[in-house]
């Protein structure tokens, strides 16, 4: 037992292991599965094996960086999804006293209090000018 559990830590030495892109497929990988026992589908069971097979290969991947680089990556677009959410989950709470528009010099995204008619707005990025037409 001993002999096994050495060959066994000795095995995942050096391991990549388990990081944020490994839990998001894990959730992947459950959503296929309860979507092929509803619908049996054999794409969706290639699929599921297609993620189980990359989970796999992650988990016990021995080139630490290239997993590394993969994850920044899944987090950048994640991090990025999260702020579009969230700014659409404000905007639709502000409808009422709020407008956004966008900077057509720099595309930032502001915010300004809803007033009916034309109005000139400075931009707190760049600091130029534009015009905002409210209705
Ligand atoms: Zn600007």
Same mark, same amino acid.
């Given at each position: 037992?001993?002999?096994?559990? !050495?060959?066994?830590?000795?095995?995942?030495?050096?391991r990549y292991?388990v990081?944020?892109? !490994?839990?998001?497929?894990?959730?992947?990988? @459950?959503?296929?599965?309860?979507?092929?026992?509803?619908?049996?589908?054999?794409?969706?069971?290639?699929?599921?094996?297609?993620?189980?097979?990359?989970? @796999?290969?992650?988990?016990?991947?021995?080139?630490?960086?290239?997993?590394?680089?993969?994850?920044?990556?899944?987090?950048?677009?994640?991090?990025?999804?999260?702020?579009?959410?969230?700014?659409?989950?404000?905007?639709?709470?502000?409808?009422?006293? !709020?407008? !956004?528009?966008?900077?057509?010099?720099?595309?930032?995204?502001?915010?300004?209090?809803?007033?009916?008619?034309?109005?000139?707005?400075?931009?707190?990025?760049?600091?130029?000018?534009?015009?905002?037409?409210?209705?």
């Amino acid at each position: 037992m001993n002999n096994f559990k !050495y060959k066994l830590a000795n095995f995942f030495q050096g391991r990549y292991g388990v990081d944020e892109l !490994y839990k998001f497929l894990l959730i992947v990988f @459950i959503i296929i599965w309860i979507l092929n026992m509803i619908f049996r589908n054999p794409f969706l069971y290639l699929l599921w094996i297609l993620v189980c097979v990359v989970m @796999i290969y992650r988990l016990i991947s021995k080139d630490v960086y290239k997993r590394q680089k993969e994850n920044i990556k899944y987090l950048e677009i994640r991090d990025k999804l999260k702020g579009k959410i969230k700014l659409q989950k404000r905007k639709w709470k502000d409808r009422k006293t !709020y407008i !956004y528009r966008k900077c057509p010099n720099c595309k930032v995204e502001i915010r300004l209090p809803k007033k009916k008619g034309k109005h000139i707005c400075t931009c707190p990025n760049c600091k130029r000018d534009f015009n905002v037409r409210c209705r």
